[in-house]
């Protein structure tokens, strides 16, 4: 008799769930939560929470951004600037080694970057909750609300959560489904050294940031919370809040911290904690609720990418990603793109910090990698949808911790190389810290602030925003000045290179410390390039113009080895059996566009041919990477391949796969940059906007064989919708929003109103290709390679901002 009545417990369950699970954008999922990535985030960029949806013992993992170990320094080495010139020679002689050596023991603070902290949690505890039925919890990243349901004997209870971006406070709804069912106890439970205590009514938990490699803490945190409940009884101690004979609920959880900015900690944590949770206690739930998700919707719903689907959808979340490569769910991959775009919304809000390592979300007081931002690629990676997906006020965060930087890091120029204008390295904080971390494997990298900047100038390509660039454009001349005065002559190939430096964490021998590797080369001529573009837009002078053009002119060219490949230093080193996770030399083809299959195909195919050698299997972020490569090199079934690569479920504490049960991005362990980097690829796989046009789905994959996207933006003020069937464009619409000459890249042929022929280069400013230096070629290669494209048509329409263009295939 008890096994049928598990197996009917068991076959409801199944049935309940499957029947409210949607085919929408959701994570669901028939238990509870064990572990911190299978628990769901929510974030209103500013706090953070994870939802563990334990029905005896509810768990809410709470964040402030802003609550960081350390205070306010500069991990600036002043011994660096004698010992220069001694490290520039033993790399030049070739004693690579020694000069790593010398670096390691004279350029470093032993402050290493300041950890992002947790808060603690807030845990609800249910008396009598141990035994439920019916379990069904969800996030859905449409609505950025979380819900948990189970019943317990004939009562049902509910749970939504949400991080309301408009009363900057967590919101937590409790109901039961028969009068006065609903009673628990809240607490507080944190790694930070804190205490608890009542106050007015509310449960306030204090505590402070932590010391950190001899930088002293400078981080007050309070947090708040209040239990609002109409009927029922609310009592408040000295450690708990006791909620019982209720049948409603509502917690509202407020945080904040002292932080005002990277050099000020003179705030109120208490009174800002307590404005927040005055005001949103003024409101009805229906009505933050209401608030909280129009708010969210005017961002999220401006991109919609539709697939199809199958009866896989159905399935929890996690058997959908176990199962992806089984082959029969074909809208997982619009499930994790659109994932990404609610993590970069819930991280990532106007007048908030950047996203780092973790987003906003992280249960430890030493993170991996301190959860900072390690900037030779994971947090540029972040930022990668933020424009081509159509949330581009999200990276304003971004833009500031780059104004920010660029102070900082004046001072780090000044007095490491006694060079002017501002440096970054690889790595940095809350607190903007821009010296060498790490040791100088790592660390000896000078390139952080420039590639930062790039992001600058693509936002004025986007938006065409001219009072942004002006705003900007000193933040940018600052990292070119940088280039103009560190850049040295290397003895042997008369070329201006970096030194010392290092292709990122990887080395052609055991030292790393190299001169002018090739991501170096590539990202000075992106940061001289933009600013002199920049320069003449805003009518600057005409004599820097001219000192930015001759440094470029002598910068070292992208050279083709022996193996046919795009080298990745000076020297010929590769090997093509070396499967690095970084892949540096190739920021040439993406994000930057220095490498065309159009106008330089031998480099293409170099680049190609590299990223062959260097495998499929990686890290979660280099996989992520990785598809953005292969989208770019216009082959859609590789770049699927990697998306396969990156569809697989870690399960339990295994190190194998690259995908969390809650979709979390796995290097392992957690970090964000992975999946901001496949909603990048993604978008990339179905237009591109770098190369001189417009191209409309360069990198589509059999698999999508019929589809529909709307909303990408594209480089000129374009918007950019599409429908395809049989893996071929079918039609497209356009909104131009500046104005301007719009070119066209498609491999079948269209018509429409006002559609010509394009002829020569594109004479939209916004679509200027790069003008880099002729190529190198090993004179050990007996020819080089051409790579095989697919025809193309390229039309030129002239359009007016504010109208729509309609394309269809002939």
């Given at each position: ?12 369950l ?5 029947l409210?699970?949607e085919?929408?954008?959701?994570l ?5 939560a064990?572990?911190?990535v ?21 768990e809410?993992?709470?964040?402030e951004?802003?609550?960081w ?12 600037l ?9 790399i ?14 004279n350029?470093?603070?032993?402050q ?19 035994t ?19 019943k317990?004997?004939?009562?049902t ?6 991080a ?20 628990f ?8 050294e ?34 609002v409940?109409p ?20 917690l ?9 900015n ?6 109120n ?33 401006r991109?919609?990418?539709d697939?199809?689907?199958?009866d ?22 619009v ?20 996203a ?16 900072k ?8 990676m ?6 081509v ?11 500031r ?10 001072e780090?120029a000044?007095?490491m ?61 600052g990292?070119a000045?940088?280039f ?7 003895p ?7 030194a010392?430096s290092t ?10 410390t190299?001169a ?12 001289l390039?933009?600013?002199r573009?920049?320069?003449r837009?805003?009518g600057?002078?005409a ?11 002598r ?12 080298q990745e ?7 093509p059996?070396d ?13 930057s566009?220095q ?13 190609k ?15 992520g ?27 339990g ?32 796989m ?16 059999d ?6 996207v709307?909303g ?6 374009f918007?950019v919708?599409?429908?395809w069937?049989g893996?071929?464009?079918?039609q ?19 018509t429409?109103e ?22 190198l070629?090993?004179k050990?290669?007996?020819a080089?390679?051409y ?12 359009t007016e ?10």
């Open positions: 008799m008890r096994g049928i009545r598990t197996l009917t417990f068991v076959v409801t199944l049935v309940s769930t499957l409210r699970a085919d929408g954008l959701k669901w999922y028939a238990r509870p064990e572990r911190w299978e628990a769901l985030p929510l974030g209103n960029s500013r706090l953070g929470v994870m939802v563990y949806g334990n029905p005896a013992n509810e809410l993992q709470l964040n951004e802003t609550l170990g350390g205070s306010p320094h500069n991990n600036a080495q002043p011994k660096a004698s010992l220069l010139p001694r490290v520039r020679q033993l030049f002689d070739g004693k690579n080694e020694e000069a790593q050596e010398l670096i390691d023991k350029f470093l603070t032993g290493n970057g300041m950890p992002y902290q947790t808060i603690g949690s807030l845990m609800l505890h249910f008396d009598g909750h141990d439920y039925t019916d379990y069904y919890r969800d996030l859905n990243i449409e609505q950025a609300v979380a819900t948990t349901r189970y317990v004997g004939e009562v209870y509910t749970r939504e959560v949400f309301s971006f408009t009363d900057n406070v967590v919101i937590v709804r409790l109901t039961a489904d028969r009068q006065g069912a609903l009673s106890t809240a607490d507080y439970k944190s790694p930070l804190h205490s608890v205590k009542k106050k007015d009514g509310k449960l306030v938990l204090t505590g402070m940031g932590q010391a950190h490699e001899g930088v002293p803490a400078a981080i007050r945190m309070e947090t708040q919370t209040q239990v409940v009927d029922g009884k609310v009592t408040v101690d000295a450690e708990r809040i006791s909620v019982s004979g209720a049948t409603t609920a509502t509202y959880i407020s945080a904040a911290t002292n932080f005002v990277y050099k000020d900690v003179s705030g944590e208490s009174k800002k904690a307590t404005a927040y949770l005055k005001a949103a206690l003024k409101k009805p739930y229906d009505a933050a609720k209401a608030e909280h998700t129009t708010y969210y919707r005017k961002q999220f719903d991109v919609k990418l697939l199809g689907t199958s896989a959808a159905k399935e929890q979340t996690d058997l959908r990603v176990k199962n992806f490569n089984n082959g029969r769910d074909i809208s997982l991959p499930l994790l793109f659109q994932y990404g775009r609610y993590l970069l919304i819930s991280s990532s809000q106007p007048g908030g910090q950047a780092n390592l973790q987003g906003i979300w992280n249960d430890q007081l030493l993170a991996p990698w301190d959860g931002y390690t900037i030779n690629i994971n947090a540029e972040n930022y990668w949808p933020a424009e997906t159509n949330l581009s006020e999200d990276a304003e965060p971004l833009f911790l780059v104004k920010e930087l660029s102070d900082s890091g004046a780090t000044r007095v190389y006694g060079a002017d204008g501002w440096v970054a390295h690889h790595n940095t904080d809350i607190w903007r810290s821009s010296g060498v971390v790490d040791g100088a494997y790592w660390g000896i990298w000078p390139n952080g602030g420039a590639w930062l900047c790039t992001h600058l100038w693509e936002h004025y390509l986007y938006t065409g925003d001219r009072d942004f660039l002006k705003t900007y454009y000193p933040v940018m001349k990292a000045d940088f103009l005065s560190f850049l040295v002559e290397h042997t190939y008369h070329w201006m290179v970096t010392p292709s990122p964490e990887h080395g052609p021998g055991k030292s790393s190299v002018g590797s090739t991501m170096d080369n590539q990202i000075a001529f992106d940061i390039s933009q600013t573009d920049a320069a837009i805003l600057e002078d004599a820097y113009i001219d000192k930015l053009e001759n440094m470029i002119r910068l070292p060219p992208m050279q083709v080895g022996k193996y046919n490949q795009l230093w000076l020297e010929d080193a590769d090997d059996t499967e690095h996770r970084h892949v540096s030399h190739l920021y040439g083809l993406y994000p566009n490498i065309s299959p159009y106008t330089h195909p031998h480099l293409f195919q170099a680049a041919n590299s990223l062959i050698y260097r495998g499929d299997q990686a890290t979660g972020w280099s996989i990477w990785k598809i953005n490569l292969w989208a770019r090199l216009l082959d859609g079934n590789h770049a699927y391949k990697l998306i396969q690569n990156m569809l697989v479920l870690v399960e504490r295994s190190f194998r796969g690259h995908t969390y049960p809650n979709l979390f991005d796995a290097h392992p362990p957690f970090q964000i940059d992975g999946n901001f980097g496949y909603t990048a690829g993604v978008a990339e179905l237009m591109q906007s770098h190369d001189g046009a417009v191209h409309l789905l360069p990198a589509l994959p698999v999508w064989r019929t589809g529909s709307s990408l933006r594209a480089r000129g003020g918007e919708s599409m429908q069937d893996v071929e464009l079918s497209a619409e356009i909104i131009s929003h500046l104005g301007g000459n719009l070119r066209i890249r498609s491999y079948v042929p269209l429409g006002g559609l010509t022929p394009a002829h020569g280069e594109n004479p939209n400013p916004f679509f200027a290709r790069p003008d880099i230096a002729k190529p070629f090993s050990e290669l007996s080089p390679q790579p095989l494209l697919y025809n193309v048509y390229e039309y030129d329409l002239s901002a504010g109208k729509h263009y309609l394309l269809k295939r002939q």
